[in-house]
Structure formats: structure tokens, C-alpha cells
């Protein structure tokens, strides 16, 4: 797969890029003569990509690490007692299976885009398809979870990247319930210290962040992390 110019290279800003480009090309698919089912077509394609990359990526490189962890714990440590196994997480109204060659079909997209008669540079600075053009890569923080394994409780410890701004909202919610104001963050890490919702029983904590400046949240948060707590 050939390198583009405008399309962003860490996974969090091709969300992004992905949304925007989502948002703008039934705008101008007609004049581009991009057809309907094409449209339909690339949307599935991004929406499939962006759920693989932004929960089943996380959630295995997780377990992965769990059991490399087991491993050493129930090799070396007689301390340790009977450990449960890890579990996988399962993700709920998973979109579509689509057929591979997404990013080789976007770009095809995009040069056949270019070649349109009715194609103009305002339209291309529009999707976003314009030499290294940015859509807004920072429009929110990016950030990671990770669990750690406490005596009384597991601790998610949240790092986040505020580019300048002076803090970000933390926001979260736990087995899909009612989204919680946790912390206007200035240093990460930040730490969830909060107990289990049922004492031993594991839940799926879920994140997003925005940021905050002059005693003012930002308008996008981002997207959505899950990671599952007390396994």
C-alpha cells in the first residue's frame, strides 16, 4: 500500500480523517460521480475499519498481555493461589464483515476522485484529500488504558496526550450505564481507583475525553475506549 500524502498515519488521527471523509463525500459524490452504492459502500468500509481498530485491536493486544502475565505469575509465584483466566472481550452490534483491500479501495477512490471532471481543489480541501492537509488531528486527546491489578481493587490507569491545551475531561461509564464526570485531568496519568459496581464481579468500564480550557469543555470528545475491570 502505497504511502498518501493526506491520509494521516497514527490510527487515532484516522479516525478522524475517516469521520470527516464520511461526513463529506455524500456531499459531493454526485458532482464527483461517485455513485449511491458506492457512497453506501465506502461509509460500511470505514465504519468497519474504525470498530476493528479502535476495539478489537485494544482488547486483544490487552489479552495478550494478561496471559503473558499469567503465565509468568503461575510459572513463578507459589504466593500467587488459584488466578482466573482472562476473558476476551466480546463488543456487541459489531458492523458488517467487509471484504479485505479497504485502504486500496479508498485510495482508488480518492485518485478516481481526483481525475472527475467535476472535481475542484475547494472540493478536495473539503474531504480532505489535498497534499498533507490536517482535519483537525487534534481535535481531541488521544489516549490509552490499562489495568492494574491492586490488593483491594484493579486500577485503570488512563495517559493522555493534552497538546498544549491546559486539562481534558474524563468521562466514563460502566456495563453500558449512564455516562459519569470523573476528573478535569491536568497530568497524566490519571487513575480510576473506583470499586467494583458488584464485589468480584467484572464490569466494562468505557472512556472519552475532551478538552478544557478557560473553564471551557470542548465540543468533541473522543472516541470511545472500553476495557473490562476485576477479571
Known sequence: MLKQAYFPTSESQRTIWFGHYIAKLP??????????????GTILDLNYYKRISQDLVPAARKYDLEVT????????????????????????????????GIL?????????????DGYSESIGQDLGIIG?????????TEFSLVTVH??????????????????????SRRNGGDWEHLMN????????????LVAN??????????WYDKDQAG?????VQKITVGI
Open 132 to 140: 498533507s492537509q490536517k482535519v483537525d488531528t487534534h481535535a481531541y
Open 104 to 116: 486500496t479501495r479508498l485510495f482508488t477512490q480518492v485518485q478516481r476522485i481526483k481525475l472527475s
Open 185 to 196: 485531568a491536568t497530568i497524566s496519568p490519571w487513575n480510576d481507583d473506583r470499586p467494583l
Open 27 to 40: 456531499v459531493h459524490a454526485s458532482r464527483l460521480g461517485v455513485s449511491p452504492d458506492e457512497v453506501s
Open 219 to 223: 465540543n468533541i470528545f473522543s472516541p
Open 201 to 210: 464481579m467484572p464490569e466494562i468500564r468505557e472512556y472519552q475525553l475532551c
Open 150 to 171: 491492586g490488593v483491594n481493587n484493579d486500577r485503570v490507569v488512563i495517559k493522555f496526550k493534552k497538546y498544549g491545551h491546559d486539562a481534558v475531561i474524563i468521562e
Open 69 to 100: 502475565a499469567l503465565r509468568n505469575s503461575i510459572a513463578n509465584d507459589p504466593s500467587a493461589g488459584l488466578q482466573p483466566l482472562p476473558v476476551l472481550a466480546v463488543f456487541e452490534d459489531m458492523p458488517a464483515i467487509r471484504p479485505s
